[in-house]
């Protein structure tokens, strides 16, 4: 297996206390990896540390096959990224600012600045300063000046934020192409799971600093079965229709008064007719599968994954 970024016992501590504890995590080469953590839980820090912003603590980083030090300026050439907030010098175009880029990077293909605006569709803003920019026309182009020099990891810290759906489609689909034909490998965290869910080849799964979960998509969809989700106005007495009446085994209560039913071979119309003669009024009844969500916010909570 070819990994184009692997840590060993990563660990950042700030006055003795650790943000990020042990991570071994392993990214494969022309994959899309998804970072997926609540907020503080250390994602940041960790994409930092892969750009040599932040000094690890103790454990090594090890990009393209080689150990990342404070000399590894070749290595980084050959990387983007976007880590927090892109900053440009406000009173510049996106133009200037991309020309700018290119000069301190040694990067002198100018037809790279209109192809990088291109793929991130910023037109019409020739003479438009980056201080004018909304967020979102900000976080374009900090994708276009990570993208410019055509490298081959991409390092984007939730790249996302500030768009709209458009946006953010005309982005997942920019990411895909990036990876499926140009072999740009990429590490991607974002907390719009459905987003990830969408594009990632693998998730990585963060929380209090500690890396707890490493799969591939593959394995989680497999995972996954469908299941029954029912929404009621009486919780007792739906209870006692799934349990005494239709006498099903596998279902839970998920909210008050919502219900997901895993039995098989029974349908949304045997259910609803039970439910109806008993005197339960159904608010809302689906078939649904598991998401990406759900696997998360199961790993987050401590719980084991079940189907």
């Known amino acids: 297996m070819s990994y184009i970024i692997k840590t060993n016992q990563l660990t950042k501590a700030y006055k003795g206390k650790e ?6 995590m392993k ?3 022309g994959e899309i990896y998804g970072f997926l953590g609540p907020n503080g839980a250390g994602k940041t820090t960790i994409m930092k540390m892969l750009t040599n912003l932040v000094k690890p603590t103790s454990g090594e980083i090890e990009i393209f096959g080689e150990k990342l030090t404070n000399t590894s300026y070749e290595v980084l050439k ?3 990224s976007i880590i927090e907030y892109p900053v440009f010098y406000d009173r510049l175009t996106a133009r200037e600012n991309l020309e700018l880029h290119c000069e301190y990077m040694g990067y002198y293909d100018k037809k790279a600045i209109d ?10 803003i020739e003479d438009k300063s980056v201080k004018d920019f909304s967020l979102g026309m900000k976080q374009r182009l900090g ?11 991409l390092i984007l810290d939730e790249p996302i934020n ?3 759906p458009l946006g953010i489609k005309e982005l997942r689909d920019l990411f895909s192409m990036l990876c499926g034909e140009y072999g740009i490998t990429m590490l991607i965290s974002s907390h719009i799971l459905g987003e990830i869910e969408q594009i990632a080849d693998t998730i990585g799964v963060i929380s209090e600093g500690k890396l707890i979960k490493e799969v591939s998509m593959d394995e989680i969809h497999k995972q996954n079965t469908e299941y029954i989700e029912l929404a009621v106005d009486d919780m007792n007495r739906a209870l006692y229709v799934l349990a005494d009446v239709l006498k099903l085994k596998n279902f839970k209560a998920v909210e008050a008064s919502r219900f997901r ?4 071979g029974i349908s949304q119309s045997e259910i609803s007719k039970e439910l109806i003669l008993n005197g339960v009024m159904i608010e809302e009844i689906n078939k649904k599968n598991h998401s990406l969500e759900d696997y998360f916010l199961t790993l987050i909570n401590g719980g084991g994954i079940s189907a």
Do not use: C, F
Request: aromatic content about 2%; hydrophobic content about 45%; overall charge positive.
């Open 261 to 264: 039913i895993y039995d098989t």
């Open 19 to 24: 943000v990020v504890s042990n991570v071994n």
């Open 162 to 164: 500030g768009l709209d």
């Open 115 to 124: 192809t990088a605006l291109d793929l991130v569709k910023l037109k019409n």
């Open 78 to 80: 050959r990387m983007g």
């Open 143 to 153: 994708i276009a000046r990570a993208i410019m020099t055509k490298p081959e990891v």
């Open 27 to 29: 990214v494969k080469k």
